[in-house]
Every structure is written in C-alpha cells, then in structure tokens.
C-alpha cells in the first residue's frame, strides 16, 4: 500500500507571489484550473483503524480513496492510502452508506 507524506503550509500573499514567481525559473506552466468536490465517509470500523475513505468528483473522474493515518512523531501528516478510479460516484456513495 503506497505511503502519502503530506506537510501544509499557511503562506503570506508576498510569499505566494515569490513562489508563483520562481516556479517560472523551473518551466512550470500553468495548465488550467479544475473543480473537486470531496465527500469523506466515516464509521465505527473507520475510526478504530484512524482511517477514512474518500470519494472525490471532477468534472471529468471521480476516484475512490481509503487514506489510514500512520501514528508517528513527525510534524508531517503520513498516511497509507489505495485509491481507484470509479464509473459512478454516487452509486459508490450509496453502497459505502449502506455498509456503515
């Protein structure tokens, strides 16, 4: 099961701006914006294992996540997670419901 390592950072505007700024100097190029709506499933059996599954729409996809957090000490947020693509969210959405 792949590991996801995940630290965030709250930044300044100016901060933004000096990084927008330098991601030119790597090439970066700006490809667009896209809309995700996240719909995060809990349970009993969920929350013994500090875990969670996550359905997430796109315009164009939508993916199925199980993310279960690793304990640990470090200050970055460290998690196993398995996800797959999915032909029907709000089918996926009823079964999990059903299932608790």
Do not use: W
């Not at 995940?6 to 896209?34: H, P």
């Not at 199980?66 to 032909?87: C, H, M, N, P």
Request: charged content about 35%; hydrophobic content about 40%; glycine content about 4%.
């Amino acid at each position: 099961m792949p590991i996801e390592i995940e630290k965030k950072f709250r930044i300044t505007a100016e901060q933004r701006d000096e990084t927008v700024a330098l991601l030119s100097e790597y090439a970066a190029e700006y490809l667009g914006e896209d809309h995700e709506e996240n719909t995060i499933l809990s349970g009993e059996a969920l929350l013994a294992k500090n875990a969670v599954v996550r359905i997430r729409r796109t315009r164009t996809r939508a993916i199925l996540t199980f993310k279960r957090r690793l304990e640990g000490i470090a200050d970055a947020k460290q998690q196993l997670e398995e996800e797959t693509y999915v032909s029907d969210a709000d089918a996926v959405e009823r079964i999990l419901i059903c299932l608790g």
